[in-house]
């Protein structure tokens, strides 16, 4: 007798929850950025991808271009450290105050430690501006535009 359902697949099949291998769970904040960084990487096409790719090639131009590999590492965890601490200074901005039961909001001591982290790398780094060389054309097509 047929009522309707596959007796083998209620069997079988899980009750409720997202697929498996779905990243439904993870909504955002700033474990959910730790994670993408960390683990499989961000989609290439949100902007949050674009963005981190922008400050990346700007402290890659601010170097004069073409790092080594150890300067490229430093690079990236600087754009990483970067975005904790901006995501950090969106958290505390949003709080009423900064002080909770007498004392500093924990989240303040963990930005002090990711700012002096990310000062610590731009000073490895020991970024400085690079003047490019200029060829007559060039000097001479930007009179024009201006």
């Known amino acids: 007798m047929d ?10 099949r899980k009750a409720g929850g997202p697929p ?4 439904n ?11 993408l960084l960390n683990g499989d990487g961000i989609d290439q096409r949100s902007s ?8 990346e090639n700007e402290l890659i131009a601010s170097l004069g271009g073409d790092p080594s590999p150890q300067e490229r590492v430093l690079i990236s965890d600087s754009v990483k450290v970067m975005l904790y601490v901006s995501s950090c200074d969106n958290y ?14 924990p989240v303040l001591a963990i930005r002090t430690q990711l700012s002096a982290h990310l000062r610590e790398n731009l000073k490895t ?8 060389q200029l060829s007559l054309d060039e000097i001479l097509s930007e009179d024009d535009t201006k």
Request: hydrophobic residues 35%.
């Open 3 to 12: 009522n309707g359902v596959n007796a083998v697949s209620t069997k079988t």
């Open 20 to 23: 498996k291998g779905s990243r």
């Open 25 to 35: 769970h993870w909504v955002h904040g700033l474990y959910y950025y730790k994670d």
């Open 48 to 55: 949050l991808f674009r963005a981190l790719r922008l400050k």
């Open 92 to 105: 505390l901005m949003g709080l009423k105050s900064l002080i909770r039961k007498s004392r500093p909001h």
């Open 125 to 132: 780094l020991g970024l400085k501006r690079v003047s490019r």
